[in-house]
């Protein structure tokens, strides 16, 4: 069975910096495309990043988050500096069974169970 987990969220100040894991098991995920998703209260979810054999990122969150894997420990991160009230949400990790990258929620296999993220101005 597939379970991603993921940990790091929290309360942090604007301008702080918050670094989130998302551990993957069941399955080998170095092939295939993670990504970062955020839903605000009221909002649908969003694309925040995603990494396969390259990196891309949401216009909103780009040159302030960077996301990275560690395929021997399948653990993808997200690392967020200069944080802003805005970036306050619910954080999702997702993971794709087939190859292939995708910035749509809907192209995703496999979710975790999200880590809040609030950031105080």
């Known amino acids: 069975q597939v379970q991603l987990v993921e940990s790091g969220g929290g309360l942090v100040q604007a301008g702080g910096s918050l670094r989130l894991a998302c551990a993957a098991s069941?399955?080998?995920?170095?092939?295939?495309?993670m990504s970062w998703f955020r839903q605000a209260p009221g909002k649908e979810r969003e694309f925040v990043a995603v990494?396969?054999?390259?990196?891309y990122y949401a216009d909103s969150v780009k040159g302030r988050f960077t996301i990275s894997r560690d395929n021997a420990k399948n653990t993808v991160y997200l690392q967020m500096n200069s944080l802003k009230p805005e970036d306050t949400a619910v954080y999702y990790c997702?993971?794709?069974?087939?190859?292939?990258?995708?910035?749509?929620?809907?192209?995703?296999?496999?979710w975790g169970q999200g880590t809040q993220v609030t950031v105080s101005s």
């Open positions: 990494i396969e054999w390259s990196t």
């Open positions: 069941g399955r080998t995920f170095s092939n295939h495309a």
């Open positions: 997702a993971a794709r069974r087939d190859i292939g990258t995708s910035t749509r929620a809907d192209r995703y296999d496999y």
